[in-house]
Nanobody, 123 residues
Framework: QVQLVESGGGLVQAGGSLRVSCAASGRIFSTYAMGWFRQAPGKEREFVASISWSGNSIYYGDSVKGRFTISRDDAKNTLYLQMNSLQSEDTAVYYC????????????????WGQGTQVTVSS
């Protein structure tokens, strides 16, 4: 059973930065691609970023390119999302995801989801 626990969400002013983390249990962490999604109130869940099992292939959603950075630390079984230049439109619940493939893009089906962490950007 895979468990994903997000942390690091909170309230930040527009233009600020925040880093969210996802701690994963099990050996799955270093084997498969992982990613971040987000869902704002009244909107569909949106792809944010993904990183391959090796860390060599990274994809970003168009709305976060140049502002967000995804990374992984296999020694700590932890996935990160560094968010800079935050805007009010970035307000959402951010979800960690694990795939069952080694490289994943925006439309690749997710295998496991975390419970989410709220990020609120005040303008």
């Amino acid at each position: 059973q895979v468990q994903l626990v997000e942390s690091g969400g909170g309230l930040v002013q527009a233009g600020g930065s925040l880093r969210v983390s996802c701690a994963a249990s099990g050996r799955i962490f270093s084997t498969y691609a992982m990613g971040w999604f987000r869902q704002a109130p009244g909107k569909e869940r949106e792809f944010v970023a993904s990183i391959s099992w090796s860390g060599n292939s990274i994809y970003y959603g168009d709305s976060v390119k140049g502002r967000f950075t995804i990374s992984r630390d296999d020694a700590k079984n932890t996935l990160y999302l560094q968010m800079n230049s935050l805007q009010s439109e970035d307000t959402a619940v951010y979800y960690c995801a694990v795939y069952n493939v080694r490289t994943a893009a925006a439309t690749t089906p997710v295998h496991y989801w975390g419970q989410g962490t709220q990020v609120t950007v005040s303008s």
